[in-house]
């Protein structure tokens, strides 16, 4: 997608195939940086510090993270270490387990000779397939936007929780794939962007990928949807998840759950959006079930942005000796979502409507 008028993906490998370009999200909106991932210790601590971050993006991090230790040192004992290092980053996003167990499947009967050149392959495909897949909801979902505006006279407004965008993928994005395919199909929109503390992906990245494609929008704080709502100024929430129940739970951003609650009280449709490879099939009860990670309570008590001079800078916000806590995500149940927009389409939030677009899970 367009990022200062010049087209980028979030991940791209060397021609060489031994080093992995990444866009540096920490320093975003302000300051646009690449960064080269020599080593999996790299790739795990740009996961960890959420230089790179997003579901779908942190899975094929973490696959080429293992590539990259492949090509250093191609025996089991490596492949465990990184596995498990990179395992440990961030405990929420499904989709990282996921990239990790289907590279670690791709290389595992393969002499050690072969290993490193198959695993950069397949952290290709990994990171081709989910371009696909986020094309394809793209397209689901402007067929959905499309319904939703046909009777309105005026631009459909629709709602956003963090990023979800093509910077938390590979290209496309999630939650914001059909709001670029509804602009290409000509349908007139606006969006609401939740400003999404502490880190402000909302605020910093969403807002800057859709400055970037020109998709006129407004930046909110993360308590305005409510009184948005009811005030009929929402027509349609999509969000993305970052892990998603066989059931249909949606785990996503904090702050989401509020948004579904006020979403479903002023009946207004409440849809995620999702690649497969972020549903947990193992899973049922995503309240109970999901790790929700716990990050540095610093991200809450700090925050950072530009100044007048151009330098940006962290500055303190709440009084020294108070606690502040920083949880990550929440889990929306399934009865609160209209729907869920997949590759293969938009399922019911439960779980024979999720078998029926994927039978290979039942
Ligand atoms: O903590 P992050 O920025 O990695 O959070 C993940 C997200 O961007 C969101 O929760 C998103 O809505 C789901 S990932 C497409």
Redesign the pocket.
């Known amino acids: 997608m367009r990022m200062n008028g010049q087209n980028y993906r979030t991940i791209w490998p060397d021609s060489d195939g031994r080093r992995v370009h990444i866009i540096d999200q920490t320093r975003l909106p302000h300051h646009f940086e690449t960064r080269i991932l020599e080593d999996y210790p790299a790739a795990a601590t740009a996961i960890k510090n959420?230089v790179v971050?997003?579901?779908?993006?942190?899975g094929v991090t973490g696959a080429y993270g293992l590539a990259l230790a492949l090509s250093h040192d191609p025996s089991d004992v490596s492949l465990q270490r990184a596995y498990h290092a990179l395992l440990e980053t961030?405990p929420?996003?499904v989709n990282l387990k996921w990239g990790l167990a289907r590279l670690c499947s791709a290389v595992a009967a393969l002499s050690l000779k072969e290993r490193a050149a198959a695993a950069f392959m397949e952290a290709g495909r990994i990171a081709e397939e989910d371009v696909a897949a986020c094309d394809a909801i793209g397209d689901h979902g402007a067929q959905l936007i499309k319904e939703q505006a046909k009777n309105l006279k005026r631009p459909i407004n629709i709602l956003t929780?963090?990023?979800?965008?093509w910077l938390?993928?590979v290209d496309w994005?999630?939650?914001l794939a059909p709001i670029y395919k509804a602009v290409r199909l000509g349908i007139d929109l606006h969006i609401w962007v939740d400003e999404t503390r502490p880190?402000n992906?909302g605020a910093s990245?969403t807002a800057c990928e859709l400055l970037g494609e020109n998709v006129p929008h407004t930046v909110i704080v993360d308590n305005a949807g409510g009184h948005l709502m009811q005030h009929g100024l929402v027509d349609l929430v999509i969000?993305?998840?970052?892990r998603t129940t066989r059931t249909g739970d949606v785990c996503?951003?904090i702050g989401?759950y509020l948004k579904a609650l006020a979403a479903y009280d002023n009946d207004v449709p409440f849809y995620a959006a999702?690649p497969s490879s972020?549903i947990d099939w193992q899973m049922r009860d995503g309240v109970s079930e999901i790790p929700i990670?716990e990050r540095d309570p610093r991200e809450v008590t700090h925050i950072s942005g530009r100044q007048s001079d151009g330098a940006c800078v962290e500055i303190e916000l709440t009084p020294r000796g108070s606690n502040a806590r920083n949880f990550?995500?929440d889990v929306t149940p399934a009865r609160l979502v209209t729907g869920l927009i997949t590759e293969r389409g938009v399922s019911a939030a439960h779980e024979a409507a999720l078998i029926k677009l994927f039978p290979q899970h039942t």
């Open positions: 959420m971050r997003g579901a779908p993006l942190i961030r929420t996003a929780h963090c990023n979800a965008g938390a993928a994005g999630t939650a880190r992906q990245l969000v993305g998840s970052d996503n951003k989401t999702l972020t990670e990550g995500f």
